[in-house]
């Protein structure tokens, strides 16, 4: 069983700042891929960014060069830094893990519960 925990939401005006990050906890041979989704109201939900075990970083366009993703391996934990907000960057936030089992290798994947992002204008 594996848990997530996402914190760092919250309320922010337009131009500011937030970090957004998730903790992996609970029975699991390995994390490879994190990564932040997103969805707005009315929405589908889209990918933000994503970070492999290895390092390798993908963003979507819409957050390039304001937005940044990071890992700590250790504490099995992902961060999003999130600069120059914009009122469209208001979503609920998603973190999404890749792990394998403890037992038996196995792929599996895991969606966090969400922490709501406002961006006012």
């Known amino acids: 069983q594996v848990q997530l925990v996402e914190s760092g939401g919250g309320l922010v005006q337009a131009g500011g700042s937030l970090r957004i990050s998730c903790a992996a906890s609970?029975?699991?041979?390995?994390?490879?891929?994190m990564g932040w989704y997103r969805q707005a109201p009315g929405k589908q939900r889209e990918l933000v960014a994503t970070?492999?075990?290895?390092?390798?970083?993908n963003y979507a366009d819409s957050v390039k060069g304001r937005f940044t993703i990071s890992r700590d391996n250790a504490k099995n934990t992902v961060y999003l830094q999130m600069n120059s907000l914009k009122p469209e960057d208001t979503a609920v936030y998603y973190c999404?893990?890749?792990?394998?089992?403890?037992?038996?290798?196995?792929?599996?994947?895991?969606w966090g519960q969400g922490t709501q992002v406002t961006v006012s204008s």
């Open positions: 999404n893990v890749d792990f394998r089992t403890e037992r038996w290798n196995l792929p599996r994947n895991y």
């Open positions: 970070i492999t075990s290895g390092g390798s970083i």
């Open positions: 609970g029975s699991f041979r390995s994390i490879n891929a």
